[in-house]
């Protein structure tokens, strides 16, 4: 499961917001705990797309969030987009390019922009598990 700060994902929502009517992304980073990825961080990237229907990250801007991640001892645990009009579950697209087993694979939906549905999944050779969020209490993200 995954430990997301209330602030992270108002990070992520107001992120994705203003990429619209495009999708947002970014990449989601923090550590273990037993089996609990805690998150610590999360980096805001641009969807060089600039597509409702698809995303890529800026491949500087990943560098530079991964070189980020290995001097504060943070690891990549995963990382996001945005649906603007479609539910939180991966597309066919999204499962094709879910390359990393290991990685949890968070999408926001914006179908309904009053009630934004963030949502995570492990996708391993293009079958999706949808994996538990849950809110972290403090600033640490340790429930
Ligand atoms: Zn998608």
Redesign the pocket.
């Given at each position: 499961m995954i430990v997301l700060n209330k602030k992270y994902f108002e990070e992520i929502l107001k992120h994705s917001l203003s990429h619209l009517p495009n999708?947002g992304c970014g990449l989601l980073a923090g550590t273990f705990e037993g089996d609990k990825k805690i998150i610590k961080k999360v980096y805001l990237l641009t969807n060089i797309d600039n597509s409702p229907?698809?995303?890529s990250m800026d491949a500087k801007e990943q560098f530079d969030a991964v070189k980020d991640m290995r001097n504060n001892d943070l690891l990549l645990l995963g990382n996001f987009?945005?649906?603007p009009s479609?539910p939180a579950r991966?597309?066919d697209?999204?499962k094709r390019l879910a390359y990393d087993k290991s990685m949890s694979y968070l999408?926001l939906s914006l179908e309904d922009r009053k009630k934004p549905v963030l949502k995570s999944f492990n996708i391993i050779n293009g079958e999706v598990t949808e994996e538990e969020i849950i809110e972290g209490e403090n600033d640490n993200g340790i429930c």
């Open positions: 999708e229907e698809h995303f987009h945005s649906h479609t991966p597309s697209e999204d999408i």
